[in-house]
């Protein structure tokens, strides 16, 4: 009830700076609905709104810009989706950062000249995969990734033995905290790469982009035998990425949708 008459008092003052402290979680259903309505309202009317919360969704619906502090210090602040999703990965991961290959390859058109050159006394070795590089429809090399963006994955591997049949690539998402998000390979799709003597590559296009919500994120890519079954090369976390994403839905992904009446 405090609390209650305290938020009552605060949005009839007619303030020019209102700060509202976890004040939304309290009272009844109606209470709460006529809260938002007002603040919303005084927003919308150019009284700056000092929201301090844990609610992320909330967060969401209502800042434009986002303070996160830890330890009593400011810990990151710029626009709401990217904090609460700098946020959000540091609960899934804790300190614990992404610490991929160093590998960041350019343009996909030619064979990146920071990959190793090609060793032809790699007897025991069947195939090695080396690195990959993410690039969008004007072939321009990215590490952030807009949520609906059609993204090309080229996977560059050397090939020893070329008695190998069929052999399989696979590609996987996982999120920060390993979370498996999505994963394809060629056996399932029904497709044959290249597989000659020396240096190799075969791209993955997302062509309807990677659908998954905001934050960080990043690729497994395995060489297998026809089966998929025995790996010949598995590169975990070969390339770290990030999905920039406005509010358009929550949960792990944005499946393709439409509203009617």
Same mark, same amino acid.
Request: aromatic share 10%; proline share 3%; with cysteine.
């Given at each position: ?39 919303? $309202?005084?927003?919308? $009317? ?6 301090? +919360? ?64 090609? $060793? ?115 590169? +975990? ?25």
């Amino acid at each position: 009830m405090f609390a209650r008459l305290a938020f009552a008092v605060a949005i009839n003052v007619e303030p020019d700076i209102l700060i509202v402290d976890e004040a939304l979680s309290v009272g009844d259903l109606r209470f709460q609905m006529k809260c938002m309505d007002k603040m919303k $309202s005084m927003m919308d $009317s150019g009284i700056t709104v000092l929201f301090v +919360s844990h609610d992320i969704n909330a967060i969401r619906r209502l800042c434009t810009k986002t303070i996160w502090l830890k330890d009593g210090e400011v810990h990151a602040y710029g626009e709401t989706n990217k904090v609460c999703d700098l946020y959000m990965d540091y609960l899934k991961a804790g300190e614990t950062d992404i610490n991929p290959s160093e590998k960041h390859f350019g343009n996909v058109s030619n064979v990146p000249d920071e990959f190793k050159l090609f $060793s032809e006394n790699a007897s025991d070795v069947v195939a090695e995969i080396l690195g990959i590089t993410i690039t969008n429809d004007k072939n321009q090399r990215i590490n952030e990734i807009e949520i609906l963006q059609k993204v090309n994955v080229t996977v560059y591997y050397d090939v020893y033995d070329t008695s190998i049949s069929m052999p399989v690539l696979g590609v996987a998402i996982k999120r920060i905290d390993d979370e498996y998000i999505c994963g394809v390979n060629t056996l399932l799709d029904h497709e044959i790469i290249p597989w000659k003597y020396g240096r190799n590559h075969f791209t993955l296009t997302y062509q309807d982009g990677i659908r998954i919500l905001g934050g960080k994120y990043y690729f497994d890519v395995a060489l297998f035998d026809k089966t998929a079954t025995v790996p010949i090369h598995y590169f +975990s976390r070969i390339k770290d990425f990030t999905v920039v994403s406005a509010y358009i839905g929550e949960g792990i992904c944005i499946l393709p949708h439409e509203w009617r009446e």
